[in-house]
T-cell receptor
Framework: EAQVTQNPRYLITVTGKKLTVTCSQN?????MSWYRQDPGLGLRQIYY???????DKGDVPEGYKVSRKEKRNFPLILESPSPNQTSLYFC??????????????FGPGTRLTVT | AQSVAQPEDQVNVAEGNPLTVKCTYS??????LFWYVQYPNRGLQFLLK??????LVKGSYGFEAEFNKSQTSFHLKKPSALVSDSALYFC??????????????FGDGTTLTVKP
């Protein structure tokens, strides 16, 4: 089954404790992206990757890191989480965006709480 | 910078009536436009997209959207609403220019409630 998976689905942590949210897709997609969803603010793009070893900032990259060493994986790293990073996080992927307009496939989300 | 506005936080319609969820956008180049739906405790699902050509786009579950370049709008419509259409709807835009190809901007979302 074609899908985007995220782990963990739920996470409660404390301020300053480094964490990684994993994202993996099995559709051989070149493009991957991370978003956060907050009430009243819609989805805001954190980082995206056009292909392996190519990443770029979205609208809200502060406090986050990403890497794209393999095509299927795109982990989101919070090196020193703070309470304002409490949010619902979504990973998404799609075919190459430079060759056309392809819809994104979203993972199930990761609900992160930072205390 | 590109942006998307969904002017209504909430839309309420009766089952069987037509529905419209509004979206306007701003982008420097020509846009790719998308609608996604989010059901409770789920990820987003793709509904439809505008790339080029016919301004009326048909998508999943009987939804359609009309692209209007002069009004920079891409409103989502359905002729006859179902209770099961109740969900959170997002409009999204992407610039066609390769320099901005990776940036994807979403609206704040509109909650659609269809009452029996």
């Amino acid at each position: 089954e074609a899908q985007v998976t995220q782990n963990p689905r739920y996470l409660i942590t404390v301020t300053g404790k480094k964490l990684t949210v994993t994202c993996s897709q099995n559709m051989n997609h070149e493009y991957m992206s991370w978003y956060r969803q907050d009430p009243g603010l819609g989805l805001r793009q954190i980082y995206y990757s056009m292909n392996v070893e190519v990443t770029d900032k979205g609208d809200v990259p502060e406090g986050y890191k990403v890497s794209r060493k393999e095509k299927r994986n795109f982990p989101l790293i919070l090196e020193s989480p703070s309470p304002n990073q409490t949010s619902l996080y979504f990973c998404a992927s799609s075919s190459s965006l430079t060759s056309g307009a392809y819809e994104q496939y979203f993972g199930p989300g990761t609900r992160l709480t930072v205390t | 910078a590109q942006s998307v506005a969904q002017p209504e936080d909430q839309v309420n319609v009766a089952e069987g009536n037509p529905l419209t969820v509004k979206c306007t956008y701003s982008v420097s180049g020509n846009p790719y436009l998308f609608w996604y739906v989010q059901y409770p405790n789920r990820g987003l699902q793709f509904l439809l997209k505008y790339i080029t050509g016919d301004n009326l786009v048909k998508g999943s579950y009987g939804f359609e959207a009309e692209f209007n370049k002069s009004q920079t709008s891409f409103h989502l419509k359905k002729p006859s609403a179902l209770v099961s259409d109740s969900a959170l709807y997002f409009c999204a835009v992407r610039d066609r220019r390769n320099t901005n190809a990776g940036k994807s901007t979403f609206g704040d979302g509109t909650t659609l409630t269809v009452k029996p």
